[in-house]
């Protein structure tokens, strides 16, 4: 079915979902506006978007359109499916694509202003309802007009240059020192570096609607993999909300307001948990607040990103003014060291143990801290004592040597006292009480793994601009040009800042986190110009922005996910407010981001968040190197700077780097992406989106076949790949469907699975019908569970069909080598391709294919796969070795649920001259040795006179078959005169027996299971062995009997009583299938031998072998 396209102001979308037209016939059918379609691309139809040429197909877009001249007549007829390229080309000239969320709300309140502008249509290129006609002409609709700058460059540097930055930056040069820190950031840079690279590939291969990096992943590598690392990218998403959040109330809590703390103590072993606990109350209300503004009005927080990204900037001039101003006047920021130790300069005033006043000397608040009381000859602390006090600059200016002192790493334990190496140090004795005491203390361990996984969250920012697409005038050109210059600009930033951090601030004080020894000063605001308060104020606004701007971003991922459909429990937070905003998917957020603030720790959460976005980036690097690999025709990127080395490279280094952050988080994240796949891949991602997993699987495939036609399946290998031929009613609907219900219990998913069926007539006249038919046969194979493929062809009559599924079915290696039929039940009422001659010559065909034959017998009366069989026996009645398939297919059928409590049981025929007690012995060696558990036994059949009833059905099967030939009468006549010839002979030989009435119009060739009891019966009874002896000359009709049928006929009868009497309660009972006479003249007799043969009997499966050995005893 064609979608159907409208231009219809976007604004205006409540009007829009009503508008609706009549297709071919007077059919009406719900009209998609084309730009909310390609919007929110699932929102309306399939949930498959037509990303590939949405525009064609349209043929209601061109309807009543009056094609004049004889340029194109040639092609009129086809104008209703295949557009004019005049058409088409102006089509695409007016597509707009808008984003989703934020302009949708901007529109639906500028809607209420007056409009200025009007939607230009050409006249008859676009078909509109005639009931909102005035209303699109009076539209609004805004094209994106951001350039590179604003709208790729300047979001990528607010979104990279944040809380890191101005909150760790210092504190991770201080421990890892120039050199650990410039690879730290090297290695962060180069991986956003390359999957920029990577991304800017993808972006420029065609439009990149609105969703930006989930659009691109996951129609780069399929639903599954863009569900699982969509969901990653959210999650990624909101807990840099959470880390924003926990940002703004550290720089509150700690640096503008420290009174403002609800949980304070007087316990230092108590100060940091009663932080933590401030952070959660805080940023519990901030994440509210921030959750009602981005409801109320996103529209606002749009507008305030240039305010926050003017704070950022502005932060970040300061910091380059103030390091060029320490060359010549450092700041005023003395540290005060007892020893070698840094002190916590909040509870005295002076660095001094004693001042002097007047000719007095007293001592300071220090000397209280330390000692045990305000006098000179107090007792005081022992390291007080023995070392002197020190105070030194703390930023001694870019001109000082620090630089040497900071170059190499100061990796520190939780709890060490920060100590500043060369400064002379008496240490005390050992069990030295330091608590309480006003020294500085690392609260946190340092290594430098740990600090890749906090610095990583302050480059994550490179997808701002690609989430932004529809906003851009250019898209191809914008997002790889502004992010690489965003990218190495913010990279010469950190690079920069690295060096200058180590140049022009003391060691002890970079490893300050909270700046405790400058009396709670923001490290990096001490050496910012003109003031602290420029980068106090200048972060707090920032990180608030950020968080706001993830909180606005990560509820319009998660819609379009939901939207997608590819995880079916997500789709309620595909809704939200008539405008676009939503609503249920910005609750989730909250109440994720929620989590994150619970944990409190701005360093516990960093490397969380640095997990889900290192998968996203490395997803990004395998979707482009697939791609590239692939050489897929649509694969035509603008931007050509990329290569699929550079893409592994990335992929690689993204690896590395999550379990180089944290090797128990990375298996978390990937053990979460892992479930969302297998959740998605067994609800079933019915989605193609042209991704590279589906062109690498074909590829795969194309491999694996070539492989598999090196030669022929080994025996250790071999399994039955099945072709089941279905039989169809008029309605197109499946007559058997248990035999699905079969190959499920015997295939369990594994191998070849073609389900065929076959039409009568002509592609052209029954094409629709093929298509229904496939459709049915797919869903019942989805309620059946059986895993495989469709095949339906149409022929000019059904054993033709049925030939050219068993001849072609399956590609190279890949084909079936077993053949699933059901047993025709009215074989006797039709003698045509459908009937017995059909399936005769099936049987045939497939043993001139080499192919195995399965044949079962009372087929509706199988287990369907809900069924379970307390007990019970599967019966194998093994008369020839046919290779070993009647012993491999009942194991299989006992690994399903249905038949896994029913035992195996095998009987073998002994005739006269067998020793069967040895017979039995070398059965169950063989079993061993086969590792089959089964019940042996040994049937011994005696060479006993032929019965008079095995007279009876061979006269009765030659007498039809006979009247057949001669007389070419009418279907109806045949059933007649085969039931008058069938009513004289039941006359005249069944003497005293219960004779069976039938009314001339129908047939009942098929003896009943009273008759046949009766007349075995009578014949033990009154026939002895003298009689047989002399049986023609009591029977006049017996002599001209063909004599090979009647011993067949005496086989299938013999045969049918031995397997009824051990058999008739199995569950399953497995036979050998004997072959077509070679001569075709006796077919019609063959399906009487089976039929005779499987009587009496409630669930049949005759085997017939393909000739070759499929079980073998050795490993």
């Known amino acids: 079915m064609f979608q159907r396209f409208l231009v219809t102001a976007v604004g205006s979308q409540a009007e829009g979902h009503e508008m609706h037209g009549a297709r071919g016939g007077g059919q009406e059918e719900t009209s998609v506006p084309i730009l909310e379609y390609l919007r929110e691309p699932n929102r309306y139809g399939d949930g498959v978007p037509k990303e590939s040429s949405p525009f064609i197909n349209s043929t209601d877009i061109d309807k009543g359109i009056v094609y004049e001249g004889k340029n194109l007549a040639l092609f009129e007829e086809e104008m209703d499916r295949n557009p004019m390229v005049s058409s088409l080309l102006n089509r695409l000239a007016n597509y707009t694509n808008l984003t989703q969320g934020v302009r949708e709300h901007e529109e639906a309140e500028n809607n209420e202003e007056p409009k200025k502008k ?7 290129i676009y078909h509109c309802h005639p009931r909102k006609q005035n209303t699109l002409e009076h539209s609004t609709v805004q094209a994106p007009q951001m350039g590179t700058f604003i709208g790729v460059y300047l979001p990528c540097l607010q979104n990279i240059l944040g809380v890191i930055l101005f909150l760790r930056l210092t504190w991770i040069v201080g421990a890892a020192g120039i050199f650990g820190s410039f690879w730290i950031v090297f290695m962060c840079c180069t991986c956003t570096l390359l999957t920029a690279i990577s991304m800017s590939a993808i972006a420029t291969n065609g439009v990149v609607p609105a969703g930006g990096s989930y659009y691109m992943i996951s129609r780069s590598l399929g639903p599954e993999f863009g569900g699982a690392v969509g969901l990653c990218f959210y999650l990624g998403t909101t807990f840099a909300g959470a880390m924003y959040i926990l940002g703004t109330i550290e720089i509150l809590l700690t640096y503008i307001v420290p009174s403002a703390a609800i949980f304070k103590t007087e316990d230092p072993s108590q100060e940091k948990q009663a932080m933590l606990n401030n952070m959660r109350v805080y940023g519990t209300c901030t994440i509210a607040l921030m959750a009602t503004v981005v409801f109320v009005g996103v529209k606002y927080v749009n507008k305030l990103a240039l305010v926050f990204l003017a ?17 010549f006047s450092p700041p005023d920021f003395p540290l005060c060291l007892l020893g070698n130790r840094t002190l916590a300069w909040k509870d005295f005033d002076k660095c001094a143990k004693v001042i002097t006043e007047g000719n007095q000397t007293v001592v300071s608040q220090l000397w209280q801290l330390f000692c ?7 007792t005081c602390n022992e390291y007080f004592t023995l070392n002197n006090v020190t105070k030194i600059q703390g930023i001694p200016g870019i001109a000082s040597t620090v630089i040497f002192e900071n170059i190499w790493s100061n990796y520190e334990p939780q709890g060490e006292m920060l100590e500043k190496k060369g400064l002379p140090s008496i240490p005390a004795s050992e069990g030295e009480v330091n608590v309480g005491l006003p020294y500085v203390f690392s609260d946190i361990a340092t290594y430098f793994t740990m600090l890749v996984g906090i610095y990583f969250p302050s480059v994550t920012g490179i997808m701002a601009g690609s989430n932004r697409s529809g906003d851009l005038k250019d898209a191809q050109k914008s997002i790889p040009t502004g992010t690489l210059l965003a990218i190495i600009t913010t990279s010469f930033i950190y690079l920069s800042c690295i060096i200058l951090f180590g ?28 003031s602290p308060w420029v980068i106090v104020i200048g972060s707090f606004f920032s990180t608030c922005g950020a968080g706001l701007q993830s909180l606005t971003g990560a509820p319009r991922l998660m819609q379009a996910i939901a939207r997608d459909g590819i995880v079916p429990f997500l789709q309620v937070f595909g809704h939200g407010k008539a405008n676009g905003e939503p609503t249920w998917a910005l609750l989730l957020t909250a109440g994720i981001c929620e989590i994150g603030i619970l944990i409190a720790s701005l360093d516990s959460v960093a490397p969380i968040l640095s997990m889900f976005f290192l998968m996203c980036y490395m997803f990004v690097n395998l979707a482009c190197a697939l791609q590239t690999l692939l050489r897929t025709p649509n694969w035509r990127p603008r931007f050509k700077y990329y290569h699929w080395t550079l893409s592994f490279l990335g992929m690689s280094l993204c690896l590395a780097l999550m379990f180089i952050c944290s090797w128990y988080y990375a298996l978390v994240a990937m053990l979460i992406a892992g479930c969302i796949y297998k959740y998605i891949e067994y609800r079933g991602a019915e989605k193609e989106w042209g991704d590279g997993i589906r062109g ?15 030669g022929p399946t080994h025996t250790k290998n071999w399994r039955p790949q099945l072709l089941i031929l279905l039989n169809l009613d008029p309605e197109q609907n499946v007559k058997h469907p248990r035999l699905l219900s079969l190959t499920t219990q015997l295939k369990a998913g594994k191998g070849l699975t073609i389900v065929g069926s076959v039409l009568e007539g002509t592609f052209l006249e029954r094409h629709s019908e093929v298509q229904n038919a496939e459709q049915n046969i797919k869903a019942l194979m989805g309620v059946e569970k059986t895993k495989g493929f469709c095949h339906v062809v149409v022929s000019s009559n059904r054993r033709d069909g049925v030939s050219h599924l068993i001849q072609s079915s399956g590609l190279g290696g890949m084909k079936h080598n077993t053949v699933l039929v059901a047993w025709p039940e009215l074989w006797r009422q039709s003698d045509g391709p459908g009937g017995w001659k059909g399936f005769v010559d099936m049987v045939r065909e497939t043993t001139a294919a080499h192919q195995a034959l399965l044949v079962t017998k009372n087929t509706d009366r199988f287990p369907t796969n809900q069924e379970r069989f307390s007990g019970g026996t599967i019966d194998v009645w093994w008369i020839v070795h046919d290779g070993g398939l009647l012993m491999l297919l009942p194991f299989l059928l006992s690994q399903h649920k249905v038949w896994r409590k029913c035992k195996m049981r095998i009987f073998t025929v002994a005739q006269i001259d067998d020793n069967s007690i040895q017979m039995k012995k070398d059965l169950q060696l063989f079993l061993y040795q086969l590792r089959l558990d089964a019940e042996v036994e040994v049937v011994e059949m005696l060479d006993n006179d032929i019965s008079a009833f095995t007279y009876e059905r061979t006269l009765v099967m030659e007498q039809r078959s006979q009247m057949l030939k001669q007389m070419q009468l009418s279907r109806i006549e045949k059933e007649r005169e085969a039931q008058l010839i069938h009513d004289r002979n039941a006359a005249a030989h069944a003497s005293g027996s219960d004779r069976l009435t039938v009314p001339p119009e129908r047939v009942h060739m098929t003896w009943t299971k009273e008759k046949i009891i009766a007349e075995k019966n009578k014949s033990k009874e009154t026939v002895s062995p003298e009689g047989v002896r002399d049986v023609f000359n009591m029977k006049p009709e017996w002599g001209n009997l063909n004599q090979s049928n009647v011993r067949r006929m005496h086989t299938a009868v013999r045969l049918n009583e031995v397997v009824v009497n051990k058999s008739q309660d199995a569950r399953l009972v497995l036979l050998n299938m004997p072959g077509p006479p070679k001569n075709k003249q006796g077919d019609e007799n063959y399906m009487e031998f089976l039929e005779v043969l499987t009587e009496g009997l409630n669930r049949v499966l005759m085997v017939r072998g393909g000739g070759s050995e499929v079980i073998t005893i050795y490993s």
């Open 311 to 327: 704070c950022v900037i502005l932060s970040i001039f300061s910091i380059y003014a103030g390091v060029i101003k320490s060359g």
């Open 118 to 124: 009007e939607v230009k249509m050409i006249s008859g």
């Open 372 to 378: 045990n009381g305000p006098f000179l000859n107090a």
């Open 696 to 710: 690498l699987s074909l590829n795969a495939a194309r491999y694996a076949l070539l492989r598999l036609e090196d």
């Open 503 to 530: 140049a022009c601030i003391e060691g002890v004080l970079l490893r300050d986190k909270f700046g405790e020894s400058v009396n709670g000063n923001l490290v990096i605001g001490i050496l910012a110009w003109p």
